[in-house]
Each structure stands twice: as C-alpha cells, then as structure tokens.
C-alpha cells in the first residue's frame, strides 16, 4: 500500500522530533562531556575505544559522523547507552536536514 503524496507545504513550520535550535554533535559532547572531565587525550581515547586518533579527531572536530559501530565503542568505554550516541547523531542530522529542505523550499516559491 502507498501512502498518499502530498505536496510539502511552501513555508512548513518547525516538524515535530526536530530541535528549533542546532543541537551539538556527538563529538562535540563526547569531548566536552567525556574526554575533558576524564582528562583523556584524543590519543588515550582512541587507543581505548579501538579507533585511530585521526577518525577520534574528525569526530571531535564535527567533521564525522557518529557511526553504529563508534557509538557502541563509546558505549562500552564510558559505560553509556550506544543509543544514546545514536540518538545524539539523529537530532543532529534532522536539524541540517530540515534546515535545508527549509532553504530549499524558500527559495521555490
């Protein structure tokens, strides 16, 4: 069965699930929230989760994502929910989705 398509609506206001304000990256929470409390170097950290420092470092700097298989090393290291972290890449994803998709529709009228 398919759902029906309607079109998207010129100017649609904020959708629900999605922040109205640029959530952080999970690798900006990471390195807040983990690294600098534990006083853990990028180097220690990736040695710890498993991971080279240069895809720790891209992490950290936003430059990458927060994948399935990072999320469950981050998960087991700092005794967290790998959901959690997945959870964090989601809300940031959606919020540069629908900000696009905004952008895009603006500008089609």
Not at 5 to 33: E, K, M, Q, Y
Not at 95 to 104: D, E, I, S, T, V
Request: proline fraction near 9%; aromatic fraction near 10%.
């Amino acid at each position: 069965m398919q759902a029906a398509r309607h079109p998207l609506p010129r100017a649609p206001g904020l959708p629900p699930g999605v922040s109205p304000r640029a959530p952080w990256h999970p690798g900006r929470f990471l390195r807040h929230n983990y690294l600098a409390p534990l006083g853990l170097s990028q180097s220690e950290a990736a040695r710890r989760l498993g991971v080279s420092r240069r895809r720790l470092h891209e992490l950290v700097q936003g430059q990458r994502d927060m994948t399935p298989d990072t999320a469950i090393r981050c998960a087991l290291v700092f005794h967290s929910d790998a959901n959690f972290w997945l959870a964090l890449q989601a809300a940031w994803d959606s919020f540069y989705a629908w900000k696009q998709l905004r952008a895009q529709l603006a500008g089609s009228h």
